[in-house]
């Protein structure tokens, strides 16, 4: 069955109403609400059909509808505030007991090794050598590589100088081996 638009709009203008099907297919969201919480305001009136028959369609007062629409915008308005800060600044700071005013004013030994830290990864970005999370790729480092530890009988820690990645200028970048 298809409505005759052309009578839907002469009632929809005589009577300042909403064909609800319009409704449906615009916003459904809309069209759930005004069935489920204002039901009363559904009005039914006569419309022609294509083959001019009669057709009693349902309709909403647009002062209705406008109700409707407006309480929804104002309710995702006041929703959609931007959230502020919870919790804590660092990960570490969970057992601290500075952990709700932690800040630069209190001197902090794990922030400052963060810091110490996050600085190492900024100067280590663009070498070869290291991850991009500032660890160092194991297979460079010979002292600690297993398989070149087996492959030429070397012990644990014993540094193989010129022939590692990491030995620089007389010794290990990393502090992993010690001359004594």
Not at 129 to 158: D, E, S
Not at 166 to 180: E, P, T
Request: proline share 3%; hydrophobic share 30%; net charge positive.
């Amino acid at each position: 069955m298809k409505l005759d638009y052309k009578t839907v709009s002469d009632v929809e203008q005589a009577n300042g109403v909403t064909l609800l099907y319009t409704v449906k297919m615009g916003t459904p969201y809309i069209y759930t609400k005004v069935k489920r919480d204002i039901p009363d305001s559904i009005i039914y009136l006569t419309v022609k059909t294509a083959r001019g028959r009669d057709h009693v369609a349902p309709f909403i007062r647009n002062e209705d509808l406008d109700s409707v629409t407006s309480s929804m915008l104002k309710k995702k308005s006041s929703s959609s505030k931007k959230r502020s800060f919870m919790g804590r600044p660092y990960s570490f700071c969970k057992g601290c007991w500075a952990k709700d005013f932690c800040s630069e004013e209190f001197p902090c030994e794990k922030r400052d090794e963060k810091m110490r830290n996050k600085a190492f990864i900024e100067s280590v970005k663009e070498d070869d050598r290291f991850w991009k999370n500032g660890v160092p790729k194991k297979y460079m480092i010979l002292c600690k590589y297993a398989k070149y530890m087996y492959a030429h009988k070397k012990t644990a820690g014993q540094c193989h100088k010129e022939k590692c990645r990491v030995y620089v200028d007389g010794g290990c970048y990393l502090g992993l081996y010690k001359d004594k």
